[in-house]
């Protein structure tokens, strides 16, 4: 498709590429544009020619769905009143997300043509904090009094639909405060006669302004919401939030765990837009830490140093005790910082699973320990030799192994549960913290047995 739009454009066919345009889904035509942003070979001037094409109905839900620089880059060449047609006609969460990502004179711009009641609301989701709910809601949203009939409330939704994000959902409100929710099916399927009091559910499950966004977004994935209403400490509604921003948080908070269980600081940009030096500030701090916490590993090769000299075959097998305890320290730590998530486990069930990981432990490192000795027999004898691959070196290796994966598992299932208990978020606690911990642990276990039954 992009060639086509290409070649069109380059024949200047206008009308063609505006059919285009016309048979393609919003967030098809902003991926779409977002190829000529990205494609260092098309002039630039020419995405606001293309972004021009758009009929008026769909522009703004074309814009709101490309990234802060393709925005940026139009807003800057929009005029005054293609810039005021655009803000009039995005929904409100989507201009406050649009705001956050601009610099302060594009910011300006915004502001200057949105009208005042525009203002005021934008103003009032920006006062809250960046990880709030009422950071993510929208003011737009349709609500109901109880007194209203089926009929007076579909002609009330005919009025103001059309300018609100969602009518799926409605709210019933009285003196501002939220007293009950029902959906649009409930009153098309309801007589014109039914009071909306009697067929409103009253039990309404909503969020305080200041909730996290991250637990905001896991009700919608615990109760299936479309949309979930906001209110202040008054009970008094001020506004929703929706299921495409809701899965908006969780990708995001999603991509930031990965980059904490990495070793990386979080970055709120895409792999290819942020810089060297952005990326590099990212990632040196942990692997400084880690680096520097690594040099216990060497501290005790040089305290066992007799062990190792006395019996130079244990060298060859510190690698795979190394990985073995990373790999079953990523494991549980993995599996308890995805139930943390998904709040299957709380800081009450430690020992839960604990108890858990340690039987899990106990056959994982019987097994494991099993087949390393059957290696040991079958190929390191014939590797190193039988005077090297003795009974008691195999005894110590597999010994070691049994212990060490007892060990990891129990440290990697703990240690995100406490994290979480002292406001630490737990995906730090993932691979590489806890394999330097194993590491160092693994080689104390490992030459503890060889001075028993080796020296």
Known sequence: MFNTVLELLKSRNYKAIREIFMDMNEADVAALLQQFYDDHEVEKYELPLLFRLLNKDVAADVFAYMDSDTQMMLINAFTDRELQE????????????IIEEMPANVVARIIKSADAETRKQINQILKYPKDSAGSIMTTEYVYLHRSYTAKEALDWIRHVGMVKETVNTLYVT?????????????????DDN?????????NVISVDTLEDKEYVASMFSKYDFLSLPVVDRENRMVGIVTFDDAMDVIEEETTEDFEKMAAMLPSDKPYLKSGI????????????????S????????????????ACLVLNSYIPMLSGTGGNSGTQASVAVIRALSLDEVDFSDIFQVLWKELRVSLLCGVCLAGANFVKMQLVDRLLLGNAAVTPTVCLVVCLTILFVVVF?????????????????????????????I???T????????????LL
């Open 277 to 292: 030096f952005a990326t590099w500030r990212a990632r040196l701090p942990w692997l400084m830490v880690l680096m520097l």
């Open 438 to 440: 194993v590491d160092a």
């Open 194 to 202: 039914d009071k909306i009091e009697d067929i409103m559910e009253d």
């Open 86 to 97: 655009i803000v009039d006609d995005l929904y409100l969460d989507d201009t406050v997300d």
């Open 174 to 190: 009285e003196n501002r405060k939220l007293v009950g929710v029902l959906s649009l099916l409930d009153i098309v399927t309801a």
């Open 408 to 436: 990891a598992k129990c440290v990697g299932c703990s240690l995100p549960i406490l994290a979480e208990k002292i406001g630490l978020d737990p995906a730090v606690m993932a691979s590489p913290f806890i394999s330097t």
């Open 294 to 309: 690594a040099t216990f590993t060497g501290m005790i090769l040089n305290h066992y140093e007799s062990a190792l000299a």
């Open 442 to 453: 693994s080689l104390l276990i490992y030459f503890r047995f060889a001075s028993w039954f």
